[in-house]
């Protein structure tokens, strides 16, 4: 029995432990090229990234923590290569979305939300950083 539990502890180090907390690409498509990356902390997966349209650039990223509930979404909407659209979560619930909807890198709407219910709404509407319009739903 002794032996048996050496033998395990031995596999728990060497084979289990590098599997635990590591790394993971995959090629899904088999083109050669990475689409999808998977991170693990712990056991879990803690962030998934993928190439949706295979052109070598990240298009969609998803975050967990350590309960498995969801974080955060960030999406490449107009597959420019460039991140555009952000979705923050708070157990399980949506709490923020953040879209950038000229394309030109800086979030210009920002929409503060309750689940499905939004809150707070504001738009940058010139682009220059500053947000020009508000609108709150919860002094309505
Ligand atoms: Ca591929
Ligand atoms: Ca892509
Ligand atoms: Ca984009
Ligand atoms: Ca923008």
Redesign the pocket.
């Known amino acids: 029995m002794k032996r048996l539990l050496i033998f395990q502890a031995i596999f728990f180090i060497v084979i289990a432990l590098p599997l635990y907390s590591q790394s993971r690409e995959d ?9 999808r990356w998977v991170s693990l902390s712990g056991g879990h997966v803690t962030e998934v990234s993928l190439d949706k349209n ?1 052109d070598g650039n990240i298009d969609y990223i998803v975050k967990y923590n350590k309960n498995g509930n969801k974080t955060e979404e960030h999406q490449d909407y107009n597959l420019d290569g460039k991140l555009d659209d952000f979705y923050f979560y708070s157990n399980g619930k949506m709490i923020r979305r953040e879209i950038d909807s000229n394309y030109d890198e800086k979030v210009d709407i920002w929409v503060y939300l309750d689940g499905v219910y939004i809150n707070k709404y504001e738009k940058d509407t010139d682009f220059d950083g500053e947000v020009d319009v508000v609108k709150d739903y919860t002094k309505e």
């Open positions: 090629d899904t498509n088999s083109d050669g090229k990475t689409d295979f």
